[in-house]
Protein backbone atom coordinates (compact mmCIF):
# COMPACT_ATOMS: atom_id res chain seq x y z
CA UNK A 1 0.00 0.00 0.00
CA UNK A 2 0.97 3.61 -1.28
CA UNK A 3 2.05 5.91 1.79
CA UNK A 4 -0.20 8.45 -0.01
CA UNK A 5 -2.98 6.30 1.05
CA UNK A 6 -2.04 7.01 4.42
CA UNK A 7 -1.98 11.37 3.79
CA UNK A 8 -5.33 10.41 2.13
CA UNK A 9 -6.92 8.20 5.23
CA UNK A 10 -5.31 11.01 7.93
CA UNK A 11 -7.07 13.81 5.84
CA UNK A 12 -10.14 11.74 6.26
CA UNK A 13 -10.05 10.97 9.92
CA UNK A 14 -8.84 14.62 10.56
CA UNK A 15 -12.08 15.98 8.84
CA UNK A 16 -14.65 13.19 10.10
CA UNK A 17 -13.80 11.98 13.48
CA UNK A 18 -14.36 14.82 15.99
CA UNK A 19 -10.95 16.41 17.46
CA UNK A 20 -9.65 14.38 20.36
CA UNK A 21 -11.09 11.30 18.71
CA UNK A 22 -8.46 11.98 15.90
CA UNK A 23 -5.92 13.10 18.33
CA UNK A 24 -6.61 9.35 19.62
CA UNK A 25 -6.49 7.72 16.05
CA UNK A 26 -2.60 9.45 15.58
CA UNK A 27 -1.63 8.00 18.93
CA UNK A 28 -3.15 4.69 17.69
CA UNK A 29 -1.42 4.37 14.30
CA UNK A 30 1.74 5.80 15.63
CA UNK A 31 1.65 3.55 18.85
CA UNK A 32 0.57 0.65 16.57
CA UNK A 33 3.72 1.36 14.03
CA UNK A 34 6.18 0.99 16.76
CA UNK A 35 4.95 -2.24 18.14
CA UNK A 36 5.19 -3.21 14.53
CA UNK A 37 8.92 -2.43 14.39
CA UNK A 38 9.68 -4.20 17.74
CA UNK A 39 7.79 -7.30 16.76
CA UNK A 40 8.17 -8.04 13.60
CA UNK A 41 5.05 -6.90 12.14
CA UNK A 42 4.38 -5.08 8.81
CA UNK A 43 4.23 -1.42 9.78
CA UNK A 44 2.83 0.16 6.82
CA UNK A 45 -0.05 -1.98 7.95
CA UNK A 46 0.03 -1.03 11.49
CA UNK A 47 -0.28 2.47 10.40
CA UNK A 48 -3.69 1.81 8.26
CA UNK A 49 -5.30 -0.34 10.68
CA UNK A 50 -4.42 2.29 13.51
CA UNK A 51 -5.45 5.22 11.60
CA UNK A 52 -8.95 3.45 11.26
CA UNK A 53 -10.03 1.64 14.04
CA UNK A 54 -12.22 4.22 15.45
CA UNK A 55 -13.76 5.26 11.77
CA UNK A 56 -17.19 4.70 12.53
CA UNK A 57 -16.92 6.62 15.90
CA UNK A 58 -18.66 9.48 14.47
CA UNK A 59 -21.80 7.75 13.03
CA UNK A 60 -25.30 7.57 14.63
CA UNK A 61 -26.22 4.27 15.79
CA UNK A 62 -28.86 3.61 13.99
CA UNK A 63 -26.47 4.47 10.70
CA UNK A 64 -23.84 1.98 12.57
CA UNK A 65 -27.17 -0.92 12.74
CA UNK A 66 -27.89 0.10 9.25
CA UNK A 67 -24.48 -0.47 7.73
CA UNK A 68 -23.55 -3.40 9.06
CA UNK A 69 -27.35 -5.12 8.37
CA UNK A 70 -26.37 -4.15 4.69
CA UNK A 71 -23.11 -5.75 4.80
CA UNK A 72 -24.64 -8.63 6.43
CA UNK A 73 -22.67 -8.92 10.02
CA UNK A 74 -23.63 -10.79 12.60
CA UNK A 75 -23.99 -8.80 15.52
CA UNK A 76 -24.67 -10.03 19.11
CA UNK A 77 -27.33 -8.94 21.60
CA UNK A 78 -24.80 -6.61 23.32
CA UNK A 79 -23.95 -5.03 19.77
CA UNK A 80 -27.35 -3.83 19.19
CA UNK A 81 -28.42 -2.21 22.44
CA UNK A 82 -28.55 1.86 22.31
CA UNK A 83 -24.84 3.01 23.75
CA UNK A 84 -23.01 -0.44 22.51
CA UNK A 85 -19.66 0.78 22.61
CA UNK A 86 -18.66 -2.67 20.50
CA UNK A 87 -20.94 -2.04 17.53
CA UNK A 88 -18.35 1.00 16.27
CA UNK A 89 -15.72 -2.05 16.17
CA UNK A 90 -17.66 -3.75 13.17
CA UNK A 91 -19.59 -0.62 11.38
CA UNK A 92 -15.59 0.65 11.25
CA UNK A 93 -14.50 -3.13 8.89
CA UNK A 94 -17.41 -2.60 6.82
CA UNK A 95 -16.59 1.71 6.25
CA UNK A 96 -12.98 0.68 5.79
CA UNK A 97 -13.86 -1.71 3.50
CA UNK A 98 -16.70 0.14 1.60
CA UNK A 99 -15.71 3.63 1.95
CA UNK A 100 -12.23 3.72 2.39
CA UNK A 101 -11.49 0.71 0.02
CA UNK A 102 -9.64 -1.57 2.11
CA UNK A 103 -8.88 -4.85 0.63
CA UNK A 104 -6.69 -6.20 3.00
CA UNK A 105 -8.55 -9.15 5.48
CA UNK A 106 -5.41 -8.92 8.34
CA UNK A 107 -6.78 -4.95 8.61
CA UNK A 108 -10.03 -5.42 8.24
CA UNK A 109 -10.00 -8.32 11.44
CA UNK A 110 -7.98 -6.61 13.04
CA UNK A 111 -10.07 -3.06 13.20
CA UNK A 112 -13.19 -5.27 13.44
CA UNK A 113 -11.99 -6.87 16.82
CA UNK A 114 -10.18 -4.00 18.17
CA UNK A 115 -12.73 -3.52 21.15
CA UNK A 116 -13.28 -7.29 22.44
CA UNK A 117 -10.22 -8.77 21.00
CA UNK A 118 -11.19 -12.82 20.18
CA UNK A 119 -8.89 -15.71 20.50
CA UNK A 120 -6.15 -16.76 17.76
CA UNK A 121 -5.72 -12.92 16.74
CA UNK A 122 -3.32 -12.33 14.17
CA UNK A 123 -0.26 -10.41 15.31
CA UNK A 124 -1.18 -6.93 13.36
CA UNK A 125 -4.76 -8.21 15.13
CA UNK A 126 -2.87 -7.90 18.74
CA UNK A 127 -0.77 -4.91 18.19
CA UNK A 128 -4.50 -2.85 17.34
CA UNK A 129 -5.98 -4.28 20.26
CA UNK A 130 -2.77 -3.31 22.61
CA UNK A 131 -1.37 0.08 20.73
CA UNK A 132 -5.80 1.21 21.09
CA UNK A 133 -5.07 0.69 24.85
CA UNK A 134 -1.86 1.91 25.38
CA UNK A 135 -1.12 5.25 23.11
CA UNK A 136 0.31 8.32 24.81
CA UNK A 137 -3.19 10.33 24.92
CA UNK A 138 -5.43 7.82 26.03
CA UNK A 139 -7.49 9.11 29.10
CA UNK A 140 -8.95 6.77 31.51
CA UNK A 141 -11.98 8.29 32.85
CA UNK A 142 -11.83 8.11 36.71
CA UNK A 143 -8.79 5.72 36.98
CA UNK A 144 -7.19 4.99 40.26
CA UNK A 145 -3.47 5.41 40.66
CA UNK A 146 -3.33 2.05 40.78
CA UNK A 147 -4.92 1.88 37.35
CA UNK A 148 -2.18 4.27 36.34
CA UNK A 149 0.76 2.67 37.59
CA UNK A 150 -1.25 -0.64 35.53
CA UNK A 151 -1.15 1.17 32.53
CA UNK A 152 2.67 2.44 32.72
CA UNK A 153 3.04 -1.41 33.41
CA UNK A 154 1.27 -1.94 30.46
CA UNK A 155 3.32 0.09 28.14
CA UNK A 156 6.35 -1.53 28.92
CA UNK A 157 5.38 -4.58 28.67
CA UNK A 158 4.11 -4.16 24.97
CA UNK A 159 7.51 -3.76 23.82
CA UNK A 160 8.16 -7.33 25.04
CA UNK A 161 5.50 -10.14 25.08
CA UNK A 162 2.52 -9.24 23.28
CA UNK A 163 0.65 -12.25 24.64
CA UNK A 164 1.32 -11.21 28.08
CA UNK A 165 0.45 -7.88 27.57
CA UNK A 166 -3.21 -9.38 25.95
CA UNK A 167 -3.66 -10.68 29.48
CA UNK A 168 -2.81 -8.18 31.37
CA UNK A 169 -4.87 -5.60 29.49
CA UNK A 170 -7.89 -8.02 29.72
CA UNK A 171 -8.28 -8.44 33.21
CA UNK A 172 -7.69 -5.17 33.95
CA UNK A 173 -10.63 -4.65 31.16
CA UNK A 174 -13.32 -7.19 32.40
CA UNK A 175 -12.17 -6.09 36.45
CA UNK A 176 -13.33 -2.78 34.91
CA UNK A 177 -16.41 -3.67 33.82
CA UNK A 178 -17.48 -5.94 36.40
CA UNK A 179 -16.89 -2.84 38.46
CA UNK A 180 -19.50 -0.39 36.36
CA UNK A 181 -21.91 -3.39 36.06
CA UNK A 182 -21.65 -3.15 32.08
CA UNK A 183 -22.78 -6.70 30.55
CA UNK A 184 -20.00 -8.31 28.91
CA UNK A 185 -19.46 -10.00 25.46
CA UNK A 186 -19.55 -13.45 24.95
CA UNK A 187 -16.18 -12.75 22.79
CA UNK A 188 -14.88 -10.64 25.18
CA UNK A 189 -15.21 -13.49 28.16
CA UNK A 190 -13.35 -15.65 25.32
CA UNK A 191 -10.63 -13.73 24.55
CA UNK A 192 -9.73 -13.01 28.36
CA UNK A 193 -10.30 -17.14 28.74
CA UNK A 194 -7.71 -17.88 25.61
CA UNK A 195 -4.94 -15.90 26.57
CA UNK A 196 -5.13 -15.62 30.40
CA UNK A 197 -5.30 -19.52 30.54
CA UNK A 198 -3.28 -20.09 27.88
CA UNK A 199 -0.26 -18.02 29.29
CA UNK A 200 -0.66 -19.45 32.33
CA UNK A 201 -0.28 -22.70 30.81
CA UNK A 202 2.61 -22.12 29.76
CA UNK A 203 4.08 -20.59 32.91
CA UNK A 204 2.96 -24.16 34.62
CA UNK A 205 4.68 -25.79 31.69
CA UNK A 206 7.76 -23.77 32.34
CA UNK A 207 8.29 -24.06 36.11
CA UNK A 208 7.78 -27.38 35.81
CA UNK A 209 10.89 -28.00 33.60
O1 LIG B 1 -13.09 3.23 20.92
P1 LIG B 1 -12.10 3.43 22.03
O2 LIG B 1 -12.68 4.23 23.17
O3 LIG B 1 -10.80 3.99 21.58
O4 LIG B 1 -11.74 2.00 22.66
P2 LIG B 1 -12.41 0.58 22.43
O5 LIG B 1 -13.04 0.47 21.09
O6 LIG B 1 -11.35 -0.44 22.75
O7 LIG B 1 -13.52 0.50 23.52
C1 LIG B 1 -13.11 0.37 24.86
C2 LIG B 1 -14.29 0.18 25.74
O8 LIG B 1 -14.99 -1.00 25.37
C3 LIG B 1 -13.83 0.02 27.17
O9 LIG B 1 -14.56 0.95 27.98
C4 LIG B 1 -14.21 -1.38 27.51
C5 LIG B 1 -15.33 -1.64 26.55
N1 LIG B 1 -15.57 -3.08 26.32
C6 LIG B 1 -14.73 -4.03 25.87
N2 LIG B 1 -15.32 -5.23 25.88
C7 LIG B 1 -16.59 -5.04 26.33
C8 LIG B 1 -16.74 -3.65 26.62
N3 LIG B 1 -17.90 -3.12 27.10
C9 LIG B 1 -18.91 -3.95 27.34
N4 LIG B 1 -20.04 -3.47 27.83
N5 LIG B 1 -18.82 -5.30 27.10
C10 LIG B 1 -17.70 -5.89 26.60
O10 LIG B 1 -17.66 -7.10 26.40
FE1 LIG C 1 -12.71 1.82 19.42
FE1 LIG D 1 -9.69 3.66 19.83
New binding site residues.
Given amino acids: MKTTNLAKLRKEMEQTLERKRFE ?1 TLG ?1 AYTAANLAMVHGADVEKALIAGML ?2 CA ?1 CMSHRKQIALCRKNHIQLSQ ?1 ETEEH ?3 L ?2 KAGCCLARKKYGITDEDILRAISY ?3 GRPHMSLLEKIIYIA ?2 IEPGRERAKRTAADIQNLQEVRKLAYQDLDETLCKILSD ?1 LD ?2 VRKG ?4 G ?3 QTYEYYCENLTGEITERNIL
Fill in positions: HVHDKISTLHAHTTDYTYLSVIDITR
